[in-house]
């Protein structure tokens, strides 16, 4: 049931690009993307729900097939700010539960 | 707009020992989340509250933690007897009605290390 992010690890460049994916076996009403800086909280970057409709950062951009269950989170032209890791989040039941990922480490080199 | 407030933010206890932990949503939110997140791994959901109610308990340990909201605002979560395994960071979050698609906040975190 939880989601299975790839990759597990990037290292990237400054400037770089990344895309971090997110995939479920169930069906999905939303998917949320978070990022967690070492020893703080999850900071919310985006939402993608059933339908197309998106909310969230305006520097970030994802995108969630329907057909495969599957979000995609793209990180263009990276900062070293970027650096943390993210997880998605899969919402199926229409509650607000999320199930998460095991996150994907993402490290932006000067 | 203050965020989630959580405290302690650090807690050392022994084995068979009992903490609790306390969380003051977002003012307004209706819904209450508290999250287990053992290092490494995504948050997991423990509880979930919608005002006093509770919404989703089914992965809370329920021999060892629980969890209440009284007055449908602040909560507290109480781990007895603790146990080794438990060492993890307890997150708490809100978000403002618990409907689809509705952003959940996180606080800070309770860093629990049980010896």
């Known amino acids: 049931q939880q989601p299975v992010q790839s990759p597990q690890a990037v290292i990237l460049r400054e400037g770089e690009d990344a895309v971090i994916n997110c995939s479920s076996s169930?069906?999905?009403?939303?998917v949320h993307w978070y990022r967690q800086k070492h020893g703080e909280a999850p900071v919310f970057l985006m939402i993608?729900?059933?339908?197309?409709e998106q909310k969230g950062h305006d520097k970030i951009s994802a995108s969630f097939n329907e057909k495969k269950q599957q979000s995609s989170l793209y990180l263009t032209a990276s900062q070293l700010s970027y650096s943390g890791t993210y997880f998605c989040?899969?919402?199926?039941?229409?509650?607000?539960?999320?199930?998460f990922g095991q996150g994907t480490t993402l490290q932006v080199k000067p | 707009e203050a965020g989630v407030a959580q405290s302690p933010r650090y807690k050392i206890i022994e084995k068979r020992q009992s903490v609790a932990f306390w969380c003051n949503p977002i003012?307004?939110?209706?819904?209450l989340y508290w999250y287990q997140q053992i290092l490494g791994q995504g948050p997991k959901l423990l509880i979930q509250?919608?005002?006093?109610?509770?919404?989703?308990d089914s992965q809370l340990p329920k021999d060892r933690f629980s969890a209440e909201r009284l007055k449908g605002v602040d909560s507290t979560l109480k781990i007895q007897p603790a146990k080794l395994e438990d060492s993890a960071v307890y997150l708490c979050?809100?978000?403002?009605?618990?409907?689809?698609?509705?952003?959940?906040?996180f606080g800070p975190g309770t860093r629990l290390t049980v010896l």
């Open positions: 979050a809100s978000s403002d009605s618990g409907r689809v698609g509705d952003t959940q906040y």
């Open positions: 169930k069906a999905l009403y939303s």
């Open positions: 993608l729900l059933k339908g197309g």
């Open positions: 989040g899969t919402e199926r039941g229409g509650t607000g539960k999320l199930i």
């Open positions: 003012s307004g939110h209706a819904t």
């Open positions: 509250f919608q005002n006093n109610g509770v919404v989703d």
